[in-house]
T-cell receptor
Framework: QQQVKQSPQSLIVQKGGISIINCAYENTAFDYFPWYQQFPGKGPALLIAIRPDVSEKKEGRFTISFNKSAKQFSLHIMDSQPGDSATYFCAAPSGGGADGLTFGKGTHLIIQP | NAGVTQTPKFRVLKTGQSMTLLCAQDMNHEYMYWYRQDPGMGLRLIHYSVGEGTTAKGEVPDGYNVSRLKKQNFLLGLESAAPSQTSVYFC???????????????FGSGTQLSVL
């Protein structure tokens, strides 16, 4: 069973700053590491994902950095905006089959104007 | 383009009552999931299904039952609700094995359940 540890639990960043959320996993057999974004009253939605054959993936202001040897991956939000205020979850495949994803406990991000 | 639809959105139950949560997806996805979300606990998998007529247990299955009689629907049942089942429940679906985006989960907007 995959274990995923996410930090910090909450984060306050000034508008225009860089938000960084970290995630550590245990099972090295899996090859897909996504980040989900959730706004209040909504379900989580896929934000960005990475496979371990690359060390970084960038989509707009969002970047995943992946460190395979340390079994860690992180989400960086550049030029953070108030609209980025949400809860962010990292995840990893639960068992490699059809049993979905194991999620971290989430980070509540607040971007102050 | 509805995606994943959950009904009801809110429900209040008394201890011992039963209810069924309905999830419907219109994307022809093979896999469907039920998660519960609790403060500080993230999302935890209750049950899942890899196709019509199949179900399997997830991380926290006790007190819940599921059925997938039709490919597009996945039902979550609480036979005798307990206060510990107060939570927000999310249904999700994914294309299934072999699909290029089989790992991507599409979530519904959730059902907030309170058990008194």
């Amino acid at each position: 069973q995959q274990q995923v540890k996410q930090s910090p639990q909450s984060l306050i960043v000034q508008k225009g700053g860089i938000s960084i959320i970290n995630c550590a996993y245990e099972n090295t057999a899996f090859d897909y590491f996504p980040w989900y974004q959730q706004f209040p009253g909504k379900g989580p939605a896929l934000l960005i994902a990475i496979r371990p054959d690359v060390s970084e993936k960038k989509e707009g202001r969002f970047t995943i950095s992946f460190n395979k040897s340390a079994k860690q991956f992180s989400l960086h939000i550049m030029d953070s905006q108030p609209g980025d205020s949400a809860t962010y979850f990292c995840a990893a495949p639960s068992g490699g089959g059809a049993d979905g994803l194991t999620f971290g406990k989430g980070t509540h991000l607040i971007i102050q104007p | 383009n509805a995606g994943v639809t959950q009904t009801p959105k809110f429900r209040v139950l008394k201890t011992g009552q039963s209810m069924t949560l309905l999830c419907a997806q219109d994307m022809n996805h093979e896999y469907m999931y039920w998660y519960r979300q609790d403060p500080g606990m993230g999302l935890r998998l209750i049950h899942y299904s890899v196709g019509e007529g199949t179900t399997a247990k997830g991380e926290v299955p006790d007190g819940y039952n599921v059925s997938r009689l039709k490919k597009q629907n996945f039902l979550l049942g609480l036979e005798s609700a307990a206060p510990s089942q107060t939570s927000v429940y999310f249904c999700a679906s994914s294309p299934g094995q072999g699909a290029p985006t089989n790992e991507k989960l599409f979530f519904g907007s959730g059902t907030q359940l309170s058990v008194l």
